[in-house]
């Protein structure tokens, strides 16, 4: 497919301020008069949305593969339904979490075989990728004192709710992902105000005309 827009995406593990920094990034892009289109994974679409509620209830008995298989399926609308559409009209797309989030959830973290996952992301996706990758890290020091937080947290849905060890190995996959060629690291623990002034200085070049 060939695209005038620009297409960014927010990674990272649970509560690692994803969703802050792409709503800022969405006000700053704003300010500078392009036209953005904020969307999240699984989401977008009213199919994605339903499968999403299927993912995150607690009460969902989800195998890994199937958890993977639906993910995918979410995805697929989202890719042709939103996605491409706002990148063919050159709008920029920013989407809380894109395919990188399948090979650390369900490849690191529940063990898939990675081959499998960037097989499925690749037919999903119709081999879109992302012109701008942003991964919120979170220090090990940090991941484990909100680990003890975890169990008194109320609000988990299915994912977060998952054991400690699946938690561990989904945040040690995006420390190794975030060495990958073109993706931007960024310390999820700095302030809020110092993380988006980080990332507008790494991307900035992008949106210089």
Same mark, same amino acid.
């Given at each position: !497919?060939? =695209?005038?827009?620009? #297409?960014?995406? #927010?990674?990272?593990?649970?509560?690692?301020?994803?969703?802050?920094?792409?709503?800022?990034?969405?006000?700053?892009?704003?300010?500078?008069?392009?036209?953005?289109?904020?969307?999240?994974?699984?989401?977008?679409?009213?199919? *994605?949305?339903?499968?999403?509620?299927?993912?995150?209830?607690?009460?969902?008995?989800? *195998?890994?593969?199937?958890?993977?298989?639906?993910?995918?399926?979410?995805?697929?609308?989202?890719?042709?339904?939103? %996605? !491409?559409?706002?990148?063919?009209?050159? =709008?920029?797309?920013?989407?809380?979490?894109?395919?990188?989030?399948? %090979?650390?959830?369900?490849?690191?973290?529940?063990?898939?075989?990675?081959?499998?996952?960037?097989?499925?992301?690749?037919?999903?996706?119709?081999?879109?990728?992302?012109?701008?990758?942003?991964?919120?890290?979170?220090?090990?020091?940090? +991941?484990?004192?909100? @680990?003890?937080?975890? @169990?008194?947290?109320?609000?988990?849905?299915?994912? @977060?709710?998952?054991?400690?060890? +699946?938690?561990?190995?989904?945040?040690?996959?995006?420390?190794?992902?975030?060495?990958?060629?073109?993706?931007? =690291?960024?310390?999820?623990?700095?302030?809020?105000?110092?993380?988006?002034?980080?990332? %507008? =200085?790494?991307? @900035?070049?992008?949106?210089?005309?």
């Amino acid at each position: !497919m060939k =695209k005038k827009g620009i #297409f960014i995406i #927010f990674e990272g593990p649970d509560r690692s301020g994803k969703s802050t920094q792409a709503k800022l990034l969405v006000k700053w892009l704003k300010e500078k008069k392009y036209k953005i289109v904020l969307t999240r994974e699984p989401g977008g679409t009213k199919l *994605s949305e339903n499968i999403r509620k299927i993912l995150l209830d607690t009460h969902s008995n989800i *195998s890994s593969l199937s958890e993977l298989l639906l993910y995918e399926a979410a995805r697929a609308q989202h890719t042709s339904d939103i %996605i !491409m559409p706002a990148l063919k009209k050159g =709008k920029v797309v920013i989407s809380d979490r894109f395919t990188l989030a399948s %090979i650390a959830y369900q490849g690191y973290g529940r063990q898939l075989p990675i081959k499998t996952v960037e097989t499925l992301n690749k037919i999903a996706t119709a081999g879109l990728k992302p012109d701008i990758t942003i991964v919120l890290n979170i220090p090990d020091r940090v +991941f484990n004192e909100r @680990e003890r937080l975890v @169990e008194k947290f109320l609000g988990a849905d299915r994912i @977060e709710s998952a054991s400690s060890n +699946f938690r561990k190995r989904v945040n040690k996959a995006y420390k190794i992902l975030s060495n990958k060629p073109g993706v931007i =690291k960024i310390n999820a623990v700095n302030s809020i105000e110092a993380i988006h002034a980080e990332i %507008i =200085k790494k991307i @900035e070049h992008k949106f210089s005309h």
